[in-house]
Nanobody, 124 residues
């Protein structure tokens, strides 16, 4: 089992940047695919970006492609989401999650372990 703790959310003006971090417990972090997801009020949780165990492959939702970058440091048991050129529509609670499945996993339902979430608010 892995426990996840997100940090780095906050309030930022449109066009600004934030860097989210997700720290994982345990010594087997490199055995998990990781992902960042978000849920805005009244909307379903959606996949934002995911990354394979080694970090060799990544996925980005069309809405964030070119603005967000996912990365991971297996030595530090941490996955990051660098968010640039933020827009008001990026406002949501952002969650990181882990899956023991191999490969690039996108659907939220295939992630077993979730953090508590961090609020990102982008003002216009």
């Amino acid at each position: 089992q892995v426990q996840l703790v997100e940090s780095g959310g906050g309030l930022v003006q449109a066009g600004g940047s934030l860097r989210l971090s997700c720290a994982a417990s345990g010594r087997t972090f490199s055995r998990y695919g990781m992902g960042w997801f978000r849920q805005a009020p009244g909307k379903e949780r959606e996949s934002v970006s995911t990354i394979t165990r080694s970090g060799g492959s990544t996925y980005y939702a069309d809405s964030v492609k070119g603005r967000f970058t996912i990365s991971r440091d297996n030595a530090k048991n941490t996955v990051y989401l660098q968010m640039n050129s933020l827009k008001p529509e990026d406002t949501a609670v952002y969650y990181c999650a882990a899956t023991p499945e191999y490969g690039l996993i996108i659907p939220t339902g295939r992630y077993n372990y979730w953090g508590q979430g961090t609020q990102v608010t982008v003002s216009s």
